[in-house]
C-alpha cells in the first residue's frame, strides 16, 4: 500500500487537488505558491523518503482559528525548518 501511496504519480494527483481547492477563490494562498515552485523535486524527494522509510515530519503546532459564525476550526502546522524533509525551509 505504501508503494501505491508514496508514488510520485500519487502524490502528484494529491498536489493537482491541493491546488484545484486552493484555486477556487482565484487566488493561491502564499503557502501553495511557495509549495509550488520545484514541486516536482520536492513531491520526489517526499516520495523517495516516504519509501526507504527516513521522512520524519515536523513538529506540529495546534492553532485555533474562529470562524465568521462564531464555530472554532482545530489546524495542526508544522512549524518552519522541522521535520527530515529537506524541501521544507523553502515551503514556509
Same mark, same amino acid.
Given at each position: 500500500?505504501?508503494?501505491?501511496?508514496?508514488?510520485p504519480s500519487a502524490l502528484a +494527483?494529491?498536489? +493537482?487537488?491541493?491546488?484545484?481547492?486552493?484555486?477556487?477563490? =482565484?487566488?493561491?494562498?502564499?503557502?501553495? /505558491?511557495?509549495?509550488?515552485?520545484?514541486? =516536482?523535486?520536492?513531491?520526489? =524527494?517526499?516520495?523517495? /523518503?516516504?519509501?526507504? $522509510?527516513s521522512y520524519e515530519p515536523g513538529?506540529?503546532? =495546534?492553532?485555533?482559528?474562529?470562524?465568521?459564525?462564531?464555530?472554532?476550526?482545530?489546524?495542526?502546522?508544522?512549524?518552519? $525548518?522541522?521535520?527530515?524533509?529537506?524541501?521544507?525551509?523553502?515551503?514556509?
Amino acid at each position: 500500500m505504501l508503494n501505491r501511496v508514496a508514488a510520485p504519480s500519487a502524490l502528484a +494527483a494529491a498536489w +493537482a487537488d491541493v491546488l484545484l481547492a486552493d484555486a477556487r477563490d =482565484e487566488v493561491l494562498s502564499t503557502g501553495v /505558491q511557495r509549495f509550488g515552485k520545484g514541486v =516536482e523535486g520536492r513531491l520526489a =524527494e517526499l516520495s523517495a /523518503q516516504l519509501l526507504d $522509510g527516513s521522512y520524519e515530519p515536523g513538529v506540529l503546532t =495546534e492553532v485555533v482559528t474562529t470562524d465568521a459564525d462564531g464555530g472554532e476550526r482545530v489546524l495542526r502546522v508544522r512549524a518552519c $525548518g522541522t521535520g527530515s524533509w529537506s524541501g521544507r525551509s523553502s515551503a514556509c
